[in-house]
């Protein structure tokens, strides 16, 4: 299956092609092409962005301390990794044209009062643009009620790319974020309600939602909170429980960042897109 799964892959109609990205590859010094592997690695891993690469997650989210205390830090390597690959990745960004996506940086600083000190961090978010826009399209009465009646999907996919900014043509809502994020327009406000307090505790079915994730299987699948019993949350974890073993697979490749990147460079999808399961 994976060898067939590569022969789909390297068909695909590059903006540059196969050959040409192993050629750039060869150019990048061997701590860039380490640091920029295990970029992506962690960020497929951990941070659902096969989901966005390979299929129709609109919206996936990484982030990395800038400064943190070492005793708040859990992981010190994989930040290390995340931070470092995304430094390489921003580098050398214009040698891997991607016409199909956007990432976009944020930075971020939190004061902690009981630890008297201030957190920043890094935001990277990976846009599938298709994806995204046939979302917003689907949601255009949802977005405008929050941006405003001059809402158009288009316009807010191109100040995005423009600005290379996500959260702030959002206005900063974590309900549309939950939105854009691919978890579904009924959790994702049932959500904000909760955290505004006007559904009390105890009168809700809102809880953990997982897809499925293979036996053995590293990759972090799609979790979200939302009711189990609603048909929208139950499509949203069908659809990603039926993603991720192909991504497993192309995880586990030896060639896993050369596919990364051809994805990434092409002008077609890998497996064409289905966003029937948002368009609720």
């Given at each position: 299956m994976r060898k067939i799964l590569l022969l789909?892959?390297?068909?695909?109609?590059?903006?540059?092609?196969?050959?040409?990205?192993?050629?750039?590859?060869?150019?990048?010094?061997?701590?860039?092409?380490?640091?920029?592997?295990?970029f992506f690695h962690a960020c497929v891993c951990?941070?659902?962005?096969?989901?966005?690469?390979?299929?129709?997650k609109p919206v996936a989210l990484s982030s990395?301390?800038?400064?943190?205390?070492?005793?708040?830090?859990?992981?010190?390597?994989?930040?290390?990794?995340?931070?470092?690959?995304?430094?390489?990745?921003?580098?050398?960004?214009?040698?891997?044209?991607?016409?199909?996506?956007?990432?976009?940086?944020?930075?971020?600083?939190?004061?902690?009062?009981?630890?008297?000190?201030?957190?920043?961090?890094?935001?990277?978010?990976?846009?599938?643009?298709?994806?995204?826009?046939?979302?917003?399209?689907?949601?255009?009465?949802?977005?405008?009620?929050?941006?405003?009646?001059?809402?158009?999907?288009?316009?807010?996919?191109?100040?995005?790319?423009?600005?290379?900014?996500?959260?702030?043509?959002?206005?900063?809502?974590?309900?549309?974020?939950?939105?854009?994020?691919?978890?579904?327009?009924?959790?994702?406000?049932?959500?904000?309600?909760?955290?505004?307090?006007?559904?009390?505790?105890?009168?809700?079915?809102?809880?953990?939602?997982?897809?499925?994730?293979?036996?053995?299987?590293?990759?972090?699948?799609?979790?979200?909170?939302?009711?189990?019993?609603?048909?929208?949350?139950?499509?949203?974890?069908?659809?990603?429980?039926?993603?991720?073993?192909?991504?497993?697979?192309?995880?586990?490749?030896?060639?896993?960042?050369?596919?990364?990147?051809?994805?990434?460079?092409?002008?077609?999808?890998?497996?064409?897109?289905?966003?029937?399961?948002?368009?609720?």
């Open positions: 789909i892959i390297l068909s695909i109609h590059f903006t540059i092609n196969g050959s040409e990205v192993g050629g750039i590859l060869k150019t990048l010094t061997y701590n860039e092409h380490f640091y920029l592997n295990k951990s941070d659902h962005f096969g989901f966005t690469i390979f299929f129709d990395y301390f800038i400064r943190c205390r070492s005793d708040e830090l859990a992981s010190p390597y994989r930040n290390k990794q995340i931070a470092l690959g995304w430094k390489v990745w921003k580098k050398h960004e214009h040698l891997f044209p991607h016409e199909n996506f956007i990432f976009c940086e944020e930075q971020e600083n939190v004061y902690d009062e009981n630890l008297n000190f201030t957190f920043k961090t890094c935001h990277i978010y990976l846009i599938n643009k298709a994806a995204l826009l046939s979302l917003l399209r689907a949601h255009k009465i949802t977005f405008s009620r929050y941006l405003g009646e001059e809402f158009s999907p288009e316009g807010f996919l191109a100040k995005v790319e423009n600005t290379k900014t996500l959260m702030p043509h959002l206005n900063n809502s974590e309900a549309l974020l939950g939105i854009v994020l691919g978890y579904g327009l009924e959790a994702a406000l049932q959500f904000e309600r909760m955290r505004d307090c006007s559904i009390p505790c105890g009168e809700t079915h809102y809880q953990s939602i997982c897809s499925y994730q293979p036996k053995e299987c590293s990759i972090t699948p799609v979790v979200f909170a939302g009711n189990p019993g609603s048909a929208e949350a139950q499509s949203i974890q069908n659809h990603y429980s039926e993603q991720i073993e192909k991504i497993w697979q192309i995880y586990k490749d030896k060639d896993f960042l050369q596919i990364v990147l051809n994805t990434l460079c092409s002008k077609n999808y890998l497996f064409g897109l289905n966003t029937s399961c948002f368009e609720q």
